[in-house]
T-cell receptor
């Protein structure tokens, strides 16, 4: 079965420190991976996606993610966190075996403390 | 680019009435649109996939007669919650898939800002 795991419900980081939000996936075919961010009472905003090619993908707001096929992971990273990065982050995966639907992780709440 | 609007952003209605929510892709054409429901502190639950000019595909457990979806054009999809009840109160989010040339698997979904429905 297709699935996405975000093992941490919440991540706390001090402003200025690097941040990592973890995501692992399980799909049968080739994975196509996405990260979205959701601010309170808002829809989701697209951050970045991995389709093919370079394993390090750069996205919006200084975020990047690294695709690791052997570990089936796609962790979201940022070198220096901002208070304004505090939000809910969702990882999603799509494959030819998921009927083209996005399979969503449960979300990770990121809290950046001043 | 890739902006999706949703209207209304918030609606309060009486039990038994119907509510229509509109989802528009403002600067791109969307062959496929999606309707999600999100409960507090939970992930997104896909309700249905809407393709322009054809009937929507509903997920298991979603009542198609209660949640009517119409995708009349490449930029507009509507969700009508019929005979709404308090248990239908939720945050409804639509998304539109922008064709980016490499196929359905790689197209990015862009999301609307969501509609908070409260049924009294």
């Amino acid at each position: 079965a297709q699935s996405v795991a975000q093992p941490e419900d919440q991540v706390n980081v001090a402003e200025g420190n690097p941040l990592t939000v973890k995501c692992t996936y399980s799909v049968s075919g080739n994975p196509y991976l996405f990260w979205y961010v959701q601010y309170p009472n808002r829809g989701l905003q697209f951050l970045l996606k991995y389709i093919t090619g370079d394993n390090l993908v750069k996205g919006s707001y200084g975020f990047e993610a690294e695709f690791n096929k052997s570990q089936t992971s796609f962790h979201l990273k940022k070198p220096s966190a901002l208070v304004s990065d505090s939000a809910l982050y969702f990882c999603a995966v799509r494959s030819s075996d998921s009927n083209y639907q996005l399979i969503w992780g449960a979300g990770t709440k990121l809290i950046i403390k001043p | 680019g890739a902006v999706v609007s949703q209207h209304p952003s918030r609606v309060i209605c009486k039990s038994g009435t119907s509510v229509k929510i509109e989802c528009r892709s403002l600067d791109f054409q969307a062959t496929t649109m999606f309707w999600y429901r999100q409960f507090p502190k939970q992930s997104l639950m896909l309700m249905a996939t809407s393709n322009e000019g054809s009937k929507a595909t509903y997920e298991q457990g979603v009542e198609k007669d209660k949640f009517l979806i119409n995708h009349a054009s490449l930029t507009l999809s509507t969700l009508t919650v019929t005979s709404a009840h308090p248990e239908d109160s939720s945050f409804y989010i639509c998304s539109a898939s922008r064709m980016e040339g490499a196929g359905l698997l790689t197209d990015t979904q862009y999301f609307g800002p969501g509609t908070r429905l409260t049924v009294l």
